[in-house]
């Protein structure tokens, strides 16, 4: 099963980790970003890369967790002219996106497709006890719906839960036999 993840920031990063730490090693990341010092609290990305595009990054940070690892990358912002074609290969999208119009015409995009979505709202501020899973037709929403970054900070704690939780809804989507037993 391969999993795109559409924003690779503090979201995408983090789930990516999470995911191929736990044996989902097929993955596709697309971003246009760069890594920056303020990425740095709450991104999977480190000082010595700052400048650098996150996917190549990411990619770099994911393959040093499992070698063996399919990990594609596209340096690329996504449009509606270019989206759909992104993730044809995908089996199941993850968004983490930090503007809501991309995330609203990703969900749009694959509304009519059979593939599965997981999506957060709401990742700003400390309050983690408001996290809660919203599900909305192919699309699974991790967040407290209400906390937006342009008005409150954004704190590793509360991203890394909401991430983990995103992973969590790949990992019991996929098929077991999907995943390769890591450690234990």
């Known amino acids: 099963m391969k999993v795109?993840?559409?924003?690779?920031?503090g979201i995408g990063s983090n789930v990516a980790v999470h995911l191929v730490r736990a044996g989902c090693t097929s993955l596709k990341l697309v971003d246009f970003d760069r890594v920056e010092l303020s990425n740095l609290n709450r991104q999977f990305f480190f000082a010595d890369q700052i400048g650098s595009?996150?996917?190549d990054m990411?990619?770099?940070?994911?393959?040093?967790?499992?070698?063996?690892?399919?990990?594609?990358?596209?340096?690329?912002?996504?449009t509606p002219e270019n989206m759909l074609d992104m993730f044809r290969d995908c089996q199941l999208l993850v968004e983490g996106f930090d503007d809501?119009?991309?995330?609203?015409?990703?969900?749009?995009?694959?509304?009519?497709?059979?593939?599965?979505?997981?999506?957060?709202?709401g990742i700003a501020g400390?309050?983690?006890?408001?996290?809660?899973?919203h599900r909305l037709g192919?699309?699974?929403i991790v967040g407290d719906f209400q906390t937006d970054f342009r008005v409150s900070s954004l704190y590793g704690p509360k991203i890394s839960v909401i991430a983990a939780m995103m992973a969590d809804f790949v990992l019991k989507t996929g098929s077991n036999n999907d995943w390769k037993e890591r450690g234990a």
């Open 53 to 55: 595009y996150k996917v």
């Open 100 to 121: 809501q119009r991309s995330k609203k015409l990703l969900v749009e995009t694959f509304t009519d497709f059979d593939m599965p979505i997981v999506s957060a709202s």
């Open 126 to 133: 400390r309050e983690i006890d408001a996290i809660r899973v």
């Open 58 to 78: 990411l990619r770099e940070n994911l393959l040093r967790i499992v070698p063996d690892a399919a990990v594609e990358t596209a340096r690329l912002r996504l």
């Open 138 to 140: 192919n699309c699974t």
């Open 4 to 9: 795109g993840i559409a924003g690779v920031g």
